[in-house]
Nanobody, 115 residues
Framework: QVQLVESGGGLVQAGGSLRLSCLASGSSFTINAMGWFRQAPGKQRELVATITSGGSTNYAGSVKGRFTISRDNAKNTMYLQMNSLKPEDTAVYYC?????????WGQGIQVTVSS
């Protein structure tokens, strides 16, 4: 079993920045890929960005150029640097990770962008 814990969310004004972190813990696991998803009130959960173990990244069009996903494999931690935040980025952000024998979600963390 792999546990994921997000941190770094909060309230920020439009145009500001936040950095989310996702720490993976457990016993003897290999992570193939990790990603960030988000869910705004009344909307479906959507992909924000993903990163493979080799460092290949993919972004939703709405965040490309503003958000940067990265990971530190030695620390089992993934990050999401969010710049130029907009009110429409307001959502609960979820960390996701999967490997050969697991798929896990974090509990989610609130990001609120005020106008």
């Amino acid at each position: 079993q792999v546990q994921l814990v997000e941190s770094g969310g909060g309230l920020v004004q439009a145009g500001g920045s936040l950095r989310l972190s996702c720490l993976a813990s457990g016993s003897s696991f290999t992570i193939n890929a990790m990603g960030w998803f988000r869910q705004a009130p009344g909307k479906q959960r959507e992909l924000v960005a993903t990163i493979t173990s080799g460092g290949s990244t993919n972004y939703a069009g709405s965040v490309k150029g503003r958000f940067t996903i990265s990971r530190d494999n030695a620390k089992n931690t993934m990050y999401l640097q969010m710049n130029s935040l907009k009110p429409e980025d307001t959502a609960v952000y979820y960390c996701n990770a999967f490997g050969p024998a697991f798929a896990s979600w974090g509990q989610g963390i609130q990001v609120t962008v005020s106008s």
